[in-house]
């Protein structure tokens, strides 16, 4: 079973608790921050990594480093994947959460690629087209690549809007490839 689907099985579970407990936003919120605390420290991630090391004590390092910072829920979470042997891909758990609670709320990631710099009213604009688009609410994410000349590239799930300006070129080259000078 891939990382994804182990990460969405304990997530369902997680899910289902945070969302009786009222505490979804809280959780997805914890697990991105003790995600950001292990990537940060080297030493942490290879204590968590290493399969010597036994579950009790990743968990009482767990408990020790984020008991009363973090909601109690999470903190039992993190000693049931210390248990399981499945701390190391927190991470992945952390990241898929959050996917996982922002699909339930009807919203959905983006990651948009533009050839130069857009100011934040063009953005919320592109953001509400690809809201009409998808009809969901898009969390989006921006970036620079002016390889693709003009327009933008936005991946959302397994989707690729591409209105690039290469990419029209390269549609203009396949119709006058083709013999087509027809609209």
């Given at each position: 079973m891939t990382n994804k689907k182990v990460a969405r099985k304990y997530n369902t579970a997680?899910?289902?608790?945070?969302?009786?407990?009222?505490v979804t936003d809280k959780i997805k919120n914890d697990l991105?921050?003790?995600?950001r605390s292990i990537t940060a420290s080297r030493e942490?991630?290879?204590?968590?990594?290493?399969?010597?090391?036994s579950s009790e004590k990743k968990s009482s390092v767990i408990n020790a480093l984020f008991k009363g910072k973090v909601d109690n829920l999470t903190l039992k979470f993190l000693e049931f994947l210390c248990e399981k042997n499945?701390?190391?891909i927190l991470a992945?758990?952390?990241?898929?959460?959050?996917?996982?609670?922002?699909?339930?709320?009807?919203i959905v990631s983006a990651k948009i690629k533009t050839a130069v710099e857009i100011n934040d009213t063009e953005k919320k604009n592109l953001s509400?087209?690809?809201?009409?688009?998808?009809?969901?609410?898009i969390n989006a994410a921006f970036t620079v690549d002016p390889s693709i000349k003009g327009g933008f590239i936005a991946?959302?799930?397994?989707?690729?809007?591409d209105a690039s300006i290469i990419r029209q070129l390269e549609l203009l080259k396949e119709k006058l490839a083709g013999g087509n000078f027809n609209n």
């Open positions: 997680l899910y289902l608790t945070a969302e009786d407990l009222k991105w921050d003790i995600k942490l991630a290879n204590f968590l990594l290493t399969p010597v090391i499945r701390i190391q992945e758990i952390a990241d898929d959460f959050a996917d996982f609670v922002n699909e339930k709320h009807g509400k087209k690809l809201k009409q688009y998808t009809g969901k609410e991946n959302i799930d397994d989707r690729i809007i």
